[in-house]
C-alpha cells in the first residue's frame, strides 16, 4: 500500500466552480499535511500547511484534516483559470532532522473560462 | 522574498558521464532535499540533509548518488554514471521547520 494516495485526475470544472481535491494516507504517524500547486515544468508551491485535525482557511483556500479517517482535503472556491495546475499533497511525520516529505501523485486540474 | 535557486536550468548529458546538479537554498534554512520527477509521473523524494550528513534516502538513492555542501551556501547533487533512466526534473528544496520550499528545478536529459 502507498504511503500517499492522491486521484491523478485530470478534474476539468467551470470558472467560479467548488473545487475538492482530496488524498488518503496510511501512516497514523502523519503529523503535518501540506498543499501544493504546481504549474507545468515548475517546481511545487507550497500553498497550506495543517498540523492538527480540522480546517484551515486561506482566502479561497480551505485545508482540511480528518487524522481519523487518514483523509485530508483542499478547496477551493470561486475558482479561476489561473488555479489550472496539479495540486500535491504532501505529509510528514515530524518537523526535525530532515522527516521525509511524502508526495501524492498530484491531481491535474484545469478551470475552464 | 528568499527562494531557493538551482543551476543549471537544463543539464543535457551523455549515459555514462558525471554530472552535478547545483543549488542555494535559502539561507537561513537547515533542513535541504533532493528530489526527482520524472515527466508526467509523481514527486519522488532522494535524500534529506541537516547537519551536513545525510538524514534519510530513499531506494532511488542508490551508491551512484551523492550530495555534499561544500561552502555555507551551495548544496549539491552528483550523479556519477548516468543512465538513461536519470532524465528527469530535479528539485532542490529547503526548511526551516515545516514549510519546505522547492527551486525551480533542473531538467537533466540523459542520452
Known amino acids: 500500500q502507498k504511503e500517499v494516495e492522491q486521484d491523478p485526475g485530470p478534474l476539468s470544472v467551470p470558472e467560479g466552480a467548488i473545487v475538492s481535491l482530496n488524498c488518503t494516507y496510511s501512516n497514523s504517524a502523519f503529523q503535518y499535511f501540506m498543499w501544493y500547486r504546481q504549474y507545468s515544468r515548475k517546481g511545487p508551491e507550497l500553498l497550506m500547511y495543517?498540523?492538527?485535525?480540522g480546517n484551515k482557511e486561506d482566502g479561497r483556500f480551505t485545508a482540511q484534516v480528518d487524522k481519523s479517517s487518514k483523509y485530508i482535503s483542499l478547496f477551493i472556491r470561486d475558482s479561476q483559470p489561473s488555479d489550472s495546475a496539479t495540486y500535491l499533497c504532501?505529509?510528514?511525520?515530524?518537523?526535525?532532522?530532515?522527516?521525509?516529505?511524502?508526495f501524492g501523485t498530484g491531481t491535474s486540474l484545469t478551470v475552464i473560462p | 522574498e528568499p527562494e531557493v535557486t538551482q543551476t543549471p536550468s537544463h543539464q543535457v548529458t551523455q549515459m555514462g558521464q558525471e554530472v552535478i546538479l547545483r543549488c542555494v537554498p535559502i539561507?537561513?534554512?537547515?533542513?535541504f532535499y533532493w528530489y526527482r520527477q520524472i515527466l508526467g509521473q509523481k514527486v519522488e523524494f532522494l535524500v534529506s540533509?541537516?547537519?551536513?550528513?545525510?538524514?534519510?534516502k530513499s531506494e532511488i538513492f542508490d551508491d551512484q548518488f551523492s550530495v555534499e555542501r561544500p561552502d555555507g551556501s551551495n548544496f549539491t547533487l552528483k550523479i556519477r554514471s548516468t543512465k538513461l533512466e536519470d532524465s528527469a526534473m530535479y528539485f532542490c528544496a529547503s526548511n526551516l521547520v515545516v514549510q519546505q520550499f522547492f527551486g525551480p528545478g533542473t531538467r537533466l536529459t540523459v542520452l
Open positions: 540533509f541537516y547537519n551536513n550528513e545525510i538524514s534519510e
Open positions: 539561507s537561513n534554512h537547515l533542513y
Open positions: 495543517t498540523y492538527s485535525s
Open positions: 504532501a505529509m510528514i511525520t515530524g518537523s526535525n532532522t530532515g522527516n521525509q516529505f511524502y
